[in-house]
């Protein structure tokens, strides 16, 4: 069964500093990892997903890497501001059979002070 | 629209009654999830429909709970008899599954349906 854990549960950084998000996953034979980001009261908006031949994705400030041999995952924001506050998702893409299942971490919370 | 899409928005209903939220998934769009979102909680899978294949019921938490996908397209995701700890947002999310694939492209969610059981 997959598991997905994020560290840190919970990020207060100040503006314009760079910061490394973290998802662990158990079972290394997923499809892809998508991260996700989470405003209050709101949906899921995807930011980056990276399929299992893929090392990593950019976009914009952002930089997701995947290390399926270790079960890692990481999220690198650049020079953050303050809109970047959220909750930022993991999730990972794994087969159960027929079906495929995307499994979420918890989450890390993050803000970004001014 | 262009993106996905539930409703209602906000549902508050009373202990014992039943519910159902549905769920517009983007044109085109062969895989749907539904997910549901606890206060403090992370995101629990429901359950998945691809195509014309028997949706994957798994993560379904009882028998209150049922899930329908008619015509390939629109989901409504029923909950009988609901209880206080049904409570949540209740998230859909649809995607791509080419024929024959292996995985599935980039997941979009909606906005949720909240759903208050007093």
């Known amino acids: 069964k997959q598991e997905v854990t994020q560290i840190p549960a919970a990020l207060s950084v100040p503006e314009g500093e760079n910061l490394v998000l973290n998802c662990s996953f158990t079972?290394?034979?997923?499809?892809?990892l998508q991260w996700f980001r989470q405003d209050p009261g709101k949906g899921l908006t995807s930011l980056l997903l990276i399929q299992s031949s893929q090392r990593e994705q950019t976009s914009g400030r952002l930089n997701a890497s995947l290390d399926k041999s270790s079960g890692r995952s990481t999220l690198y924001i650049a020079a953050s501001q303050p809109g970047d506050s959220a909750t930022y998702l993991c999730a990972g893409l794994s087969s159960t059979g027929t079906a495929s299942k995307l499994t979420f971490g918890t989450g890390t919370r993050l803000q970004v002070t001014l | 629209g262009a993106g996905v899409s539930q409703s209602p928005s906000n549902k508050v209903t009373e202990k014992g009654k039943d519910v159902e939220l549905r769920c517009d998934p983007i044109s085109g769009h062969t895989a749907l999830y539904w997910y549901r979102q606890s206060l403090g909680q992370g995101l629990e899978f429901l359950i998945y429909f691809q195509g014309n294949s028997a949706p994957d019921k798994s993560g379904l938490p009882s028998d209150r709970f049922s899930a329908e996908r008619t015509g390939g397209s629109v989901s409504t995701l029923t909950i009988q008899r609901t209880q206080q700890e049904d409570s949540a947002v209740y998230l859909c999310?649809?995607?791509?599954?080419?024929?024959?694939?292996?995985?599935?492209?980039?997941?979009?969610f909606g906005e949720g349906s909240r759903l208050t059981v007093l």
């Open positions: 999310a649809s995607t791509v599954k080419p024929q024959g694939a292996t995985n599935t492209g980039e997941l979009f």
């Open positions: 079972d290394s034979a997923i499809y892809n």
